[in-house]
Structure formats: C-alpha cells, structure tokens
C-alpha cells in the first residue's frame, strides 16, 4: 500500500493544484496554510515549503476536505461526497498506526477497492489505479494461502482406539451397574447413528 499512498498523495496534489487557484489568486495562503492545522502550518513553515507537492497526504486530505464547499461550487465535486474525505482519512490513518503483524488481507483488498471508488472517477491516474490492482491481487494470493495453511494445519482429533463419544477404550476393564461384581474387559466399541455408543464387553 505504501505505493498506494503516495500516488493518492501526487493525484491529489496535481488535482489541488488545478482547481484552487481558480478559487482567489492567493490560494496558497488562504486555501492551503490557512486550512492546515496548527502543527501542519508550523511544519510547512520549518521545511518552508510552498508547493503541494511537498506536503503529505494527511496535510493534502485535509485541505481538500477544507476546500470542499468551494471546490464543489466549481463543480469539480459533489456536495453529497465530503464523506468520500472521512473515509481516505481513516484509511490513511489505519495504516500509519497499523500493528507489527499488519493490516489482514481481506482489509487490504477492502482499503484498496474504497480507494479506488473514491479517486476513481476524481483524480485517480491509470498508474494508480494499476497500483491499487496489485495490492488487491497480492491480498488475495495472501488471504488464500492462510486459508490453504489453516487447513493443512488444522489438528486431527486422536481417539486412540476409541470411538469420539466413547469414555472407554478396548482393553479397559468394567463392571455392571445392576451387578458390580459382574467385571470384563471392553471388546470393542459399535457407533451407533443416534443414541450413545454401545461397548461390546467379554464378561
């Protein structure tokens, strides 16, 4: 996903970059720092950065959630899509704080599809959404190897002789309940289609 990420990161530059400054002519004071939070603005500040290619796709989907209201008065957008936003947002953030193990296939195969519906049809370029194609292909190798693996080492009850349901093995020495003095070895063990197993004893 990181090659994912940073082509959303360029697409989303290059499509920021098109239509902001058809909003004021200074666009890069009032669309772009004033819209970033305030660790953002300090470290575009520090870096001294002045195009939006440098900045990172966190600071990018914030502006163009900032932004959105006037983009989609430009028609570029949707008013009804802000949500589109929210939801690169959590993407991006699950796999920055993503655990040791990583994300699980079928969440990789899940981010990317939403990834590619939301920039598809706005500025998704066919580099990225090849990107996106062999993540999802890589996921589904992976997700069916796990499921091929669980099976292979899924483990095989052991009866030892025994029948599954049966508290007796052969060899195993009883006695009657009506007559306890009545005592044998079990025989064998007969699994019977309903019911519980019935012990064949030598008395």
Not at 53 to 76: F, K, M, P, Y
Not at 93 to 106: K, L, T
Not at 131 to 155: C, L, M, N, S, W
Not at 182 to 190: S, W
């Amino acid at each position: 996903m990181t090659e994912v990420f940073r082509l959303t990161a360029r697409d989303l530059a290059e499509f920021l970059e098109r239509h902001l400054p058809r909003i004021r002519e200074d666009w890069w004071v009032h669309q772009v720092y004033y819209r970033l939070t305030f660790h953002q603005r300090g470290y575009v500040e520090d870096k001294d950065l002045r195009r939006l290619q440098e900045l990172d796709l966190q600071s990018l989907v914030r502006i163009l959630d900032q932004n959105w209201t006037e983009l989609a008065r430009l028609g570029v957008v949707e008013f009804s899509g802000r949500e589109m936003v929210s939801e690169l947002r959590s993407i991006r953030n699950r796999w920055a704080h993503a655990p040791a193990e990583g994300i699980p296939p079928g969440d990789r195969l899940e981010d990317a599809e939403r990834i590619r519906k939301m920039l598809g049809s706005l500025c998704g370029s066919p580099e990225l959404m090849e990107a996106i194609e062999d993540v999802q292909d890589e996921a589904r190798g992976k997700r069916e190897e796990k499921i091929d693996d669980e099976g292979d080492t899924a483990p095989e009850r052991s009866t030892n002789g025994m029948s599954p349901s049966s508290r007796f093995s052969p060899g195993d020495l009883v006695h009657l309940k009506a007559e306890p003095d009545k005592r044998g070895p079990v025989m064998g063990l007969a699994e019977l289609d309903v019911g519980e197993p019935r012990d064949t004893v030598f008395i």
